[in-house]
């Protein structure tokens, strides 16, 4: 029996081997680090005395293949949201405050009540993005709209810089019109926003190692892989660093890593190769009342406020000009927007500032141009991960259709690598 091994066990690499465990193909998964999740885990803190996720993420319920994913490992539940697309919003500066409510259907008529839109801005700003649709692949987001004014700063920059994770101005048009037309352009239905509350590994994670388990597919911590072997134009053998595994003549790789890695297991791949960081900031603090799931921050350092059970945290997107900043100046600066937004003191709480520097690959066309699609030079050799050619920005949902997508590489299926079962 032929064996795929999926080598790096983030969200593509377990999406991936979730697909393929599920038709049946015997299933081997290989992480370098002794916990599966990658850059969409949880974990201890002892500085907070509880679980934190390294980072948020949010999900929309537009987010088809994701969803899929949750479904086939059984966690769908565990996201939690509103019933309908509602969006909070704050600006520090005037102190207003306002509920984006787009209605369900794709034809927008809550732009025609002001108690439904973002107040300060005329009608037409909102038409702006529509020139993404027809953008050049080569054209950034500042060629084809206007990128500031009271709407762009109060909707469109927020949005489109959490959604690219790199200023929206030197953004892919491209990549942003993708993400529009799945989402607010497909209506309210497709904008319900998701949090998985009880923490990433819970919802993402743990469950799809239960399911891989029940299936029979092996899975190997601490297994780096530092090599691939080639002849004949496939992968015949992989280096571990506690030896080589030989490959079969119908077995298969797929290579579920950050792109500076694949770059150095695969000759001659073009890869992204810049990219952006993203600062969380996290406060043991329980949420005021009152106190939306999800807030989006106008004129202040903190974009958006997440309120968890037993914490609150806080994420700062295309934040290269942060990483060097002193950890607790930056936790006292966020606490001071936070507290001012949610009533709490000014005394800073029991914190925590997490820095990824290289969260998600430099959103621009020139790096859109160089990500790869998942089928390789190499017969049995796949990609998967958000940085490949899923059309998406690095997003939850990118990443499990590049896991999807190399499964169906390896497989030889044909069609939609993101339907449903």
Not at 126 to 133: F, G, I, Q, S, V
Request: hydrophobic letters at 45%; one cysteine or more; glycine letters at 10%.
């Amino acid at each position: 029996m032929s064996v795929v091994h999926v080598v790096g066990a983030g969200v593509a690499g377990l999406s991936a081997a979730v697909r393929l465990a599920d038709e049946g193909v015997r299933v081997v998964l290989h992480e370098a680090a002794a916990t599966a999740g990658g850059r969409c885990r949880s974990y201890q803190d002892p500085a907070l005395g509880l679980a934190i996720d390294n980072g948020n993420h949010l999900l929309l319920s537009g987010n088809h293949a994701a969803l899929d994913y949750l479904d086939r490992i059984g966690s769908r539940a565990r996201l939690q949201g509103p019933a309908s697309a509602m969006f909070d919003f704050a600006d520090l500066k005037t102190g207003e405050r306002w509920r984006l409510h787009p209605s369900d259907g794709r034809a927008p008529w809550w732009l025609l009540d002001s108690r439904r839109r973002v107040p300060g801005a005329p009608l037409s700003a909102y038409l702006a993005p529509l020139a993404t649709l027809t953008a050049a692949k080569t054209a950034s987001l500042g060629e084809v709209m206007t990128c500031s004014g009271p709407l762009y700063d109060r909707l469109w920059g927020p949005v489109l810089l959490a959604a690219l994770n790199t200023d929206p101005a030197e953004g892919s048009a491209r990549l942003a019109a993708a993400m529009l037309r799945e989402t607010l352009f497909a209506g309210g239905r497709a904008c319900r926003p998701l949090v998985a509350v009880g923490g990433l590994s819970a919802c993402f994670v743990e469950p799809a190692l239960l399911h891989l388990a029940s299936r029979g597919a092996t899975v190997r911590f601490g297994a780096r892989l530092r090599g691939v072997a080639f002849a004949a134009g496939r992968a015949a053998g992989l280096d571990f660093a506690d030896g080589r595994t030989a490959l079969a003549g119908d077995d298969a790789v797929i290579l579920a890593v950050p792109p500076p890695v694949a770059r150095e297991l695969l000759p001659d791949l073009d890869a992204p190769d810049e990219f952006r960081a993203i600062v969380n900031a996290h406060f043991r603090v329980a949420p005021a009342g009152d106190q939306p799931l999800i807030l989006g921050v106008v004129n202040g350092l903190t974009q958006w406020i997440f309120s968890y059970p037993e914490h609150v945290s806080t994420t700062i997107s295309g934040a290269d000009r942060l990483i060097d900043e002193p950890r607790e100046a930056l936790a006292r600066a966020i606490w001071a927007e936070v507290a001012a937004l949610g009533g709490y003191g000014p005394d800073l709480p029991p914190w925590q500032i997490v820095k990824e520097k290289r969260a998600t690959f430099a959103a621009t066309p020139a790096q859109d141009a160089r990500r790869p699609p998942a089928r390789t030079a190499f017969a049995n050799v796949a990609l998967a991960g958000d940085w490949t050619q899923t059309g998406l920005p690095a997003t939850i949902e990118g990443a499990v259709r590049s896991g999807y997508a190399a499964a169906a590489v390896v497989t030889g299926r044909r069609g939609k690598a993101g339907g449903s079962r």
